[in-house]
């Protein structure tokens, strides 16, 4: 597609319920990236993937975050057990490999009640 | 670890009058240097990248940063500012790696008549 897309643009959760956040990057970008953006703050890193291999996911808070791109391209970001401070933006990005300055995009607004 | 500050959480200006959006990071590394844009509701949007070479840095939309290497900053100039610039810039900075980036709290510019 012509840019990033990402499903559901809005989501609101139950404390303790599990989510899904789906990911479509640019058709070909190798490399792929999700970034958690509290509200007022700058995006923090959680997860890097090239094509299907995870190469760091030093960013993610806790073992109820887990990522994954089977096929090296859809990427889905899944949160166990929701809490409250999960209620974030969820940005992914995705570029060709190599590249600096990626595609991000619209985001997923998580609201945890 | 990286760290970017944005000394600025809001800076207003009328429209026409030249801006500075100021960013200093730290890093002992060799570094690259990304200025984005965030619109409301939208993900980040790529400004401008200072990856080597000339210092000064021209970038989409009339703006230009200037990277100083004895100060470790990067501030974000427009000459002349328009109503629809008002957005929230976020300065970034990798070390390269896997092109993870680090970004500042962010600095909301607001551009009245």
């Known amino acids: 597609g012509a840019g990033v897309s990402q499903s559901p643009r809005y989501k609101v959760a139950k404390r303790g319920q599990d989510v899904a956040l789906r990911c479509d990057p640019i058709?070909?970008?190798?490399?792929l990236f999700w970034y958690q953006q509290a509200l007022g703050q700058g995006p923090e890193f959680l997860t890097y993937f090239q094509n299907e291999a995870q190469l760091d996911k030093s960013g993610l808070p806790s073992d109820r975050f887990f990522a994954e791109r089977p096929e090296g391209s859809v990427s889905t970001l899944k949160i166990q057990r929701t809490q409250q401070e999960d209620s974030a933006v969820y940005l992914c990005?995705?570029?060709?490999?190599?590249?600096?300055?990626?595609?991000f995009g619209s985001g997923t607004r998580l609201t945890v009640v | 670890a990286q760290s970017v500050t944005q000394l600025d959480s809001q800076v207003p200006v009328f429209e026409e009058a030249p801006v500075e959006l100021r960013c200093n990071y730290s890093s002992s590394v060799s570094v690259y240097l990304f200025w984005y844009v965030q619109y409301p509701n939208q993900g980040l949007q790529l400004l401008l990248k200072y990856l080597s070479g000339s210092t000064l840095v021209k970038g989409i939309n009339g703006f230009e940063a200037e990277f100083n290497k004895s100060q470790t900053s990067f501030h974000l100039r427009k000459p002349s500012v328009h109503i629809s610039d008002t957005a929230e810039y976020f300065c970034a900075v990798s070390d390269g790696g896997y092109s993870t980036l680090t970004f500042g709290k962010g600095t909301m510019l607001l551009v009245s008549p």
């Open positions: 058709s070909g970008h190798v490399s």
């Open positions: 990005a995705s570029s060709p490999l190599g590249s600096y300055g990626y595609t």
